[in-house]
């Protein structure tokens, strides 16, 4: 999807002195950033790419401050999911899908991360683990919830492989439409998607195709997470101010 450019205007008398500012910051940035090793300086990059020539100095003041701390965080998840996964090269390559997705969200680094992990504690297999943290980030943003209020239910469904009428109320509740989706999913009217709930009939595959039906190119939820991170809101998360 084409990436939204911003343009916040800088105060033309003090233009040429802020510039050099915000270019000898954005360079400190990036040397500090190949020091701390690759990972976390594709997600700088990343995130830079999303903003560059839109920056007022306190937002790259706050860019700077997120850098930092995003950098703090990246070592413990990197250490939690190599750890995880017992291996160092599923660990990198997930790590380089986080970043980049992290870059393109309305959420927070911390946000994100959190729901990496808690998707393989719920016994998301690791190569799933980013396709589905957009898939419900989708979802989440269309609905205007947390990542983590669509995650939680989710995550139960597929830890378990049973899908109780109680998720799928609490789905419905956080404003995920999942009767009328379901019942697309699987060809049968909401009604019956109730009773089939009731019976036990409704399986973890159905909401994985469903949450995945929604996410994807004329589904009700496709893009809404990029789109919702060019927006104010968006912006900030990723700013983190």
Known sequence: MKRTMF????????????????????????????????KIDVFSRNLKRGIMGALSITAVTAF????????????QLEIAIQTFLGSKE?????????????????????EVSQGAQ????????????????RQLGNVASGVNRSLGDIIAPFGRIQATGRVATLDLQTLAA???????ELARVIGVTSEEVGKM?????????????????????????????????????????????
């Open 197 to 241: 709930a009731t019976a036990g009939t409704i399986t973890r595959e159905h909401i994985i195709e469903m949450f995945r039906a929604m996410s994807a190119e004329g589904g009700k939820f496709a893009g809404l997470m990029e789109k919702a991170a060019v927006g104010t809101k968006g912006l900030s998360a990723n700013l983190g101010v």
């Open 174 to 180: 956080r404003g995920v439409p999942v009767y009328e």
């Open 118 to 133: 808690q998707l393989l504690a719920f016994g998301v297999e690791a190569e799933k683990v980013d396709e589905t943290l």
């Open 90 to 110: 599923k660990a990198d390559k997930l790590m380089a899908q986080i970043s980049k997705t992290a870059a393109i969200t309305p959420f927070t680094m911390q």
């Open 7 to 38: 343009s916040v205007g800088l105060d033309i008398n003090n233009f040429e002195k802020n510039s050099k500012r915000v270019n000898q910051q954005f360079r400190d940035i990036g040397q500090t950033a190949e020091k701390e090793g690759g």
């Open 64 to 75: 700077i401050r997120q850098v930092s701390r995003v950098r703090g965080e990246f070592e």
